[in-house]
């Protein structure tokens, strides 16, 4: 009877995440859909009336929305959404997390009927969803670094054939692949929609926040204000950005063995403690019965982050 509980618990939070994300409604609203481009996520949800058919709307999501509106935690939220470019409210993401949270020790608890394995679960459940929209970040973020070279060349060559700077962001968005050209299709929609070329390159630089755009947006803006040629001065900036890319790869081969040997000490007692606690409950289950036990864990935990984080300061050689 138990087991069947869990199963149907289980059940239940996957069905209400699969509710959650399929009924999210959506508005067409101006402003929502310049928020939309202008963040990369959806604007705050506005309630619609009963009367209206085939719209379908998260209650949790409505009411988390509501609450985080004004708040800074929702405001940085939406930026690191978007720059993972995930579709999701900040709302949404919570809510994830949270069924995250339950789902998580829920099939721990179900297949080991271990208790502090359960929190453990819990816990791994409140940072997995951050972990994912980091790593996104990441991919996201090297993969538009590796392109900007290439990006404000095409610009450059643009501009020498009598484009205007929207005209060769166009042209970027149309032969680039994601996410420059997404990111670039972003900037010429949100001027096609009112906003000025500053605020759409700020946008893009909250989305993208990468050093060598930022010094290619500085000098775009400048040439607005004060004129120029700049075509000539991204050129230097695109030989810049290109000598850059090209020693940071040099030193990634060079650093490899050290990184490596971070990742393998660091996750080594972690793996050698599971398995062990795998084979045998009994042993490891002694080190959570006694204070002694938890405060010994706690100590190696801190000994292991702190050790790979300077590991990892130590071969993070910045350019």
């Not at 509710?19 to 067409?28: I, L, M, Q, V």
């Not at 978007?82 to 721990?108: D, H, Q, S, W, Y």
């Not at 971070?262 to 050698?272: D, E, H, K, T």
């Amino acid at each position: 009877m138990e087991n069947l509980l869990l199963v149907l618990g289980i059940l239940l939070i996957i069905g209400a995440l699969v509710y959650f994300f399929a009924g999210s409604g959506k508005t067409d609203e101006v402003t929502e859909r310049l928020d939309r481009y202008a963040l990369g996520v959806e604007a705050k949800r506005k309630k619609k009336g009963r009367g209206e058919p085939g719209l379908r709307v998260s209650p949790l999501g409505e009411r988390l929305d509501k609450a985080l509106a004004e708040r800074g935690l929702a405001r940085n939220l939406r930026t690191q959404l978007a720059r993972a470019n995930l579709k999701l409210t900040a709302g949404e993401f919570i809510a994830a997390t949270i069924i995250c949270m339950i789902l998580f020790p829920a099939i721990v608890f179900f297949l080991r009927r271990d208790i502090p394995l359960s929190l453990l679960a819990a816990v791994l459940g409140f940072f997995a969803p951050r972990w994912y929209v980091s790593y996104l970040q990441g991919k996201r973020l090297k993969a538009f670094n590796d392109q900007l070279g290439d990006i404000i060349s095409m610009m450059v060559n643009g501009i020498r054939a009598g484009y205007s700077v929207l005209q060769a962001m166009e042209a970027v968005a149309k032969e680039m692949d994601e996410p420059a050209s997404e990111e670039f299709g972003r900037v010429v929609k949100e001027v096609q929609l009112g906003l000025s070329l500053e605020q759409a390159l700020d946008n893009l630089l909250r989305r993208v926040p990468s050093d060598d755009l930022d010094m290619t947006v500085t000098a775009i803006k400048v040439q607005q204000e004060v004129g120029g040629n700049l075509a000539e001065v991204l050129d230097t900036i695109s030989f810049t950005i290109r000598e850059r890319v090209r020693i940071k790869g040099e030193i990634r081969v060079l650093t490899a063995q050290a990184r490596m040997s971070g990742y393998v000490v660091s996750l080594l007692p972690i793996a050698v403690a599971l398995l062990v606690y795998a084979i045998n409950p009994r042993f490891m289950g002694l080190m959570f019965k006694d204070p002694c036990g938890w405060i010994m864990l706690g100590v190696a935990g801190a000994g292991i982050i702190s050790g790979f984080f300077i590991t990892q300061k130590i071969a993070n050689i910045e350019v």
